[in-house]
């Protein structure tokens, strides 16, 4: 059994900063990428930024510059920090990952959690 577990989500003034984690928990033999989504309402979840491995990064253009995604391996752990947060980065940020147990690989979804930006 494999947990994903956000934390970190938030109202906050367009311009702010919100730092989002994630951490992995369970049967985990190894993680292969992490990354964040993001869901507004009426619109597809649509893929934030990833991290590999081996740390490389991939970010969506409209945040590149403005947001950083680091994993802690030891920790089993995603950040997201974001900052100069804008009315359109409002949604709910969810984690996934590509996790190896015991018995199978597959991706593990977090339960998701609110961003709002908003004066």
């Known amino acids: 059994q494999v947990q994903l577990v956000e934390s970190g989500g938030g109202l906050v003034q367009p311009g702010g900063s919100l730092r989002l984690s994630c951490a992995a928990s369970g049967n985990i033999f190894s993680i292969h990428y992490m990354g964040w989504y993001r869901q507004a309402p009426g619109k597809q979840r649509e893929l934030v930024a990833d991290i590999s491995s081996g740390g490389s990064t991939n970010y969506e253009d409209s945040v590149k510059g403005r947001f950083t995604i680091s994993r802690d391996n030891a920790k089993n752990t995603v950040y997201l920090q974001m900052n100069s947060l804008k009315a359109e980065d409002t949604a709910v940020y969810y984690c996934?990952?590509?996790?190896?147990?015991?018995?199978?690989?597959?991706?593990?979804w977090g339960q998701g959690t609110q961003v709002t930006v908003s004066s």
């Open positions: 996934k990952a590509g996790i190896l147990t015991r018995t199978s690989l597959g991706d593990h």
